[in-house]
């Protein structure tokens, strides 16, 4: 049942996306086929596995090399597409924006103009209503902003049209921080707030500037938003406590009168969430950075799989990107690593919950925890645990899914903080693949690809300065909260565990 409607999800997906490609032309169309080819494997293999037909290894293997042949084809070919769109758009929207002015952009930087611009334009609109509909920065404003680089800052030697704004190529003479300090503060002194100025990480691997409208800034939550929001956080709430009755062996919704059996454990569930989302917006409120509402993730498994929020401010640089995308997983992170040893020292005969053995071979982490704590108590095949042993558990779980780092969830945020766009880009991919290969074993697995793929897989948008890279304490920190996402997510090996003690 659950396959099969993992299934329709995905199916439904899959066309509402190709609804909204349509509009884009070529291009979205052939950006649309990859997310297909990316997904139509373990689509493949659920379908078949619905009607009874099961696939060997052999046959999932070639499903998966061959997925990912014609996802690189793809890829060449929306890359060729833009690169053919950017070369029709680019002497148009040059002239549109200093017509007195030739620009001195080479061919190799139109893809990535044009491609934006093609997203925001129907493929089929004419190059003259093109030149018309497409609004650039005007000319007084241009000289405005080609008046606040200087030989001590940035020595811009190329201007290129880009989304409203401009693009300026050179070369960054001082100090990351306080260059863009300085030039933020000359542009508004010359244009006020009308204009963001970004300093980024160019094509080239080289430093650009890009000034943008402010009118590009995120937007904030609609109300329709909120009251979806809303639904969401009720349906959570009832997961939750759903997962409390499942925990004992009944249906709550079957017994509702049986309230006060499952609420200690919803409440515990819901807890672990609180904490991860006042994390989150402590920071941000410490940082001045608007936040939306959080859009959880129900599920009957573990009541949540996290939720989802989107930041509707622009971050300033990739230090505060760091800050509040850490500080979520961490607080809830705290409050069920604490509820897992806590209840761990409780547990002894006769505790309210007995679980297999296997239980702890799931999770490194707990695993482990549990031999030093529990001692040879591990070795039966049958353990006497604490209920906050189980509320611990689920509670690392859900913070460690939120972890894993891909696109916008704290983990691909955490990377892309660290170490740049390009190594979050890199890391998204091989999460998806990843949680491909995990589905052959667990279906849920699937439903998270399908979540980050869709609605998720897309890296945040680049903070005002960011070539400013965060400091040494921030990079440890990162690297030990992934690691102790990796040890919750991955089981202990049968010979591990045997030495450790696990089991019979």
Known sequence: MITALILIVALAVLGWGFYRARPFGKLGILAWLQSVVL???????????AFGIYLNLAGVLFLLLTSIALYIVLGRQVRAVAEQEGKKLAPLT?????????????????????????????AETSPNRLTLELPQMPAEDLQAVKGIFGIDTFFATETIPYQNGVIFKGNLRGDPEQSHAQLTTLLQERLGDRYRLF??????????????????????????QKILALILALATVATCLEVGGLMQGFDFFSEPNRFAEVWPIGVGIIAVLAAHEMGHRLLARRYGIQLSPPFFI??????????LMRFESVLPNR?????????????????????????????????????????????????????????DAVQAAIVDVHPLVILGWLGL?????????????????????????KTAGRTTVATLI???????????????????????????????NELSEPDDARAALGILILFLMAATLLPLTPSLAGRLGIGG
């Open 39 to 49: 997904m139509f494997p373990w689509l493949a293999f659920f379908g078949l596995f």
């Open 94 to 122: 040059r002239a549109a924006v200093a017509p007195s002015e030739p620009t001195e952009a080479s061919a190799t930087e139109s893809p990535q103009i044009s491609e934006t611009q093609s997203k925001e334009t129907p």
């Open 199 to 224: 300093l980024v990480e160019g094509v080239e691997d080289k430093p650009v500037v890009v000034v943008l409208p402010t009118a590009n800034d995120p937007k904030p939550t609609t109300l329709a």
């Open 298 to 307: 129900p599920t009957w498994q573990i009541g949540s799989f996290g939720s």
């Open 319 to 375: 230090s505060v990107l760091f800050d509040i995308a850490f500080a979520g997983p961490a607080a809830g992170g705290l409050i069920a690593f604490g509820m897992l040893i806590v209840g761990l020292l409780l547990s002894k005969p006769g505790s309210f919950f007995q679980v297999p053995t296997e239980f702890f071979q799931g999770s490194i982490l707990v695993g482990t925890l549990a031999r030093v704590v529990l001692g």
């Open 397 to 421: 779980v859900i913070t460690a899914i939120n972890l894993m780092p891909a696109g916008q969830l704290d983990g691909g945020r955490i990377v892309q903080a660290i170490y740049g766009r």
């Open 434 to 464: 990843v949680l491909g290969l995990a589905a052959l074993v667990n279906p849920l697995s699937l439903y998270w690809a399908i979540v980050i793929l869709f609605l998720q897989r897309d890296l945040e948008r680049p903070a005002l």
